[in-house]
């Protein structure tokens, strides 16, 4: 199983610009999160989704939207690029109330 | 709001030496998670507590929790070099729409000197 998988590992963009982040889960949870991590921040919720066709505000959405429209796949788009989204971003997925599994971040920088 | 905070931030240790990280969390809640991450790597899963007076250990770590006092702590035992990574700890805490969200420390930076 190759777990949790995140497209792309690196970006740089120009502010204005637009992307997609790609999560891939091959472990058939029903929940997936994004979060971003910065320095001396720990990790924050960016959005969630509990199921397929679902999703949920998390405590920094401002700037980002999702989509889930299979079960093992969630992205995260962002239409107007800032300099403030400079940071790594991590992908999770995981049963109910259990342990979250991280996939391996995209390092992404905004000129 | 939950908040979670975890001391010290930064800690330098010799190989062979014991030592503590604490985590405090502000509200209840009955679930909380240690990982641990390596420079530019992801998140690895260490421990998982769910219930007071629970207690892990793999290897030099021990994990526990106390519910009542909102306190979890991770020991090391004997410290080594390949220890040395950032610990995280989080708490669970469930979502009005459902799932539970993870609120996370703002880690521990472990450095074991040979």
């Known amino acids: 199983n190759a777990g949790v998988t995140q497209t792309p590992k690196f970006r740089v963009l120009k502010t204005g610009q637009s992307m997609t982040l790609l999560c891939a889960q091959d472990m058939n949870h029903e929940y997936m999160y994004w979060y971003r991590q910065d320095p001396g921040m720990g990790l924050r919720l960016i959005h969630y989704s509990v199921g397929e066709g679902t999703t949920a505000k998390g405590e920094v959405p401002d700037g980002y939207n999702v989509s889930r429209l299979k079960k093992q796949n969630f992205l995260l788009g962002l239409e107007s690029a800032a300099p403030s989204q400079t940071s790594v971003y991590f992908c999770?997925?995981?049963?109910?109330?259990?342990?979250?599994?991280f996939g391996p971040g995209t390092r992404l920088t905004v000129l | 709001e939950l908040k979670v905070e975890q001391n010290p931030l930064f800690l330098s240790m010799q190989e062979g030496k014991n030592y503590t990280i604490y985590c405090n969390y502000s509200?209840?809640?009955?679930?909380l998670y240690w990982y641990r991450q390596d420079p530019g790597k992801s998140l690895e899963s260490l421990f998982v507590l769910l219930s007071n007076g629970a207690v892990k250990q793999e290897g030099r770590l021990m994990a526990s929790l106390d519910t009542k006092a909102r306190l979890s702590t991770l020991h090391i035992t004997a410290a080594v070099h390949d220890l040395s990574a950032t610990y995280f700890c989080a708490v669970d805490a469930l979502l009005t729409g459902g799932g539970n969200k993870l609120t996370f420390g703002t880690g521990t930076q472990l450095k074991v000197e040979l």
């Open positions: 509200t209840t809640s009955d679930r």
């Open positions: 999770a997925s995981s049963y109910p109330r259990v342990e979250q599994f």
